[in-house]
């Protein structure tokens, strides 16, 4: 389905000696990363699906945990091979799929990521307007078109870069990328220019009630994207379209985008955590906390106060 690795150049036995040590640390680094991201998304899927808690924050927090736990899946098997290549017994086409998938899901998370960061530009400007003229499923909607534009264009790379093509199949191959390659581009742009929109916003607007902790998270969701996750994604281009890129470059790229998905779920727990309690609040109130629910827990129960961006009635 993807393209072979470009061949490298012969190096002397130091360098390769030293570029397997290099491989052996960064391979236990992302597997460890991956596994402890996979149970942090695992459990914030788990926290979403099992509470009829619905509103925009946390269907955009589900299906980008989705995205990331669908990604580490993957990432946690094909990164073996990625990085210790003919030195593992993984079928070509099995990590082919794996492979491609990553990036696939990579494309859906970074179009969430812009779409949520977006809406909360529009939240941020303009509250009222927002509140009463959103549609109601917006963000349904804009989960579902992510999902579909991202496995259109996964069905057409592997279709067209698939062995039965052959030769023919290789300029389909190579235009398949390019229109990946103007994707992540137009979507790594929206989300650094409606992140940084947002941090103006939320810094030096004019004074309104707090807006809760959500557009927090969003902020360090938006950097963390830009410098753990967006060098994968030159990484896998890069190798898609057959043009060199250095083997550390390429061993890091895989480290970063398994830290990006590890960390995003301990930052909004974080988030959501309240300092100075005595006792520990459960999962659940932490992660409505973070989504913009100000809940204090009493003894007859929880008391929530609206965050900034709620569903409209």
Known sequence: ????????????????????????????LTEALSLGGLLGNAAVLWLLSSNVYRNPCSIYLLDVACADLIFLGCHTVAVVSDLLPGQTAIPGFVHASLAT?????HLVGLGLLAA??????????????YLCRRPRHLATAVCALSWALGLVLHLLASGACSPPLGEPGRPLCRAAWQAAAVLLGLLSGALGASGLLLLLCVERGPPRPPPGRFPALVLLSVLLSLSCDLPFGVYWLARSLRWRAPHRFSALSLLTAALHRAAKPVVCFCLGSAPGRRRR????????????????????GETPRRGLVEEAA
Do not use: I, K, N, Y
Not at 281 to 289: A, F, N
């Open 281 to 300: 609040d459960p999962l659940r109130l932490v992660l409505q906390r973070a989504l913009g629910e100000d809940a204090e827990v009493r003894a007859g």
């Open 1 to 28: 389905m993807d393209l072979p690795e470009p061949r490298q150049q012969t190096a002397p036995p130091g360098g390769v000696q030293g570029d397997a040590t290099f491989s052996l640390v960064v391979l236990s």
């Open 116 to 129: 949520v960061s977006a809406e909360q530009c529009l939240a941020a400007l303009l509250p009222t307007w």
């Open 101 to 105: 998938l990553r990036f696939f899901c």
